[in-house]
């Protein structure tokens, strides 16, 4: 298991390698959740024909999904919007760098491993 706390205490410097790879990957995921907005919009069309109890039902999971998709592209497209201003890679909290390794892992990150934590804790 890897200790969180030692995340932060890692490389934070990013490489103009990495930086690409980090770049690529959102404009992938932001391209998958844009596809997925599409097919949910799509279903929740056809099933406006099929006004039943499970159609009911379906709406609602597609509801939650779409929602949650939104959410991501808009992490991602705010994640692009840094790159583009040069301001990628610093917590929004502490104003410290984020982790490289977190970054490889969730790229639209805002928030170092510690800020994240006290974030969640606080929910």
Do not use: W
């Not at 205490?9 to 596809?35: G, I, K, Y």
């Not at 069309?45 to 499970?54: E, G, K």
Request: glycine share 2%; proline share 2%; charged share 30%.
């Amino acid at each position: 298991m890897v200790n969180r706390q030692t995340i932060d205490d890692r490389d934070t410097s990013l490489s103009v390698e990495d930086f690409a790879a980090l770049r690529e990957n959102l404009h992938e995921q932001r391209l998958f959740r844009r596809e997925q907005l599409q097919q949910l919009s799509a279903a929740a069309l056809r099933a406006d024909a099929f006004l039943d109890r499970q159609a009911a039902s379906q709406t609602e999971v597609r509801v939650k999904l779409a929602a949650s998709a939104r959410m991501v592209l808009a992490d991602v497209e705010a994640a692009l919007k840094r790159m583009d201003e040069c301001r990628y890679g610093g917590c929004h909290l502490c104003r410290r760098p984020i982790a490289r390794e977190r970054l490889l892992i969730v790229p639209q990150a805002r928030y170092c491993t510690r800020c994240q934590q006290v974030r969640e804790a606080g929910r």
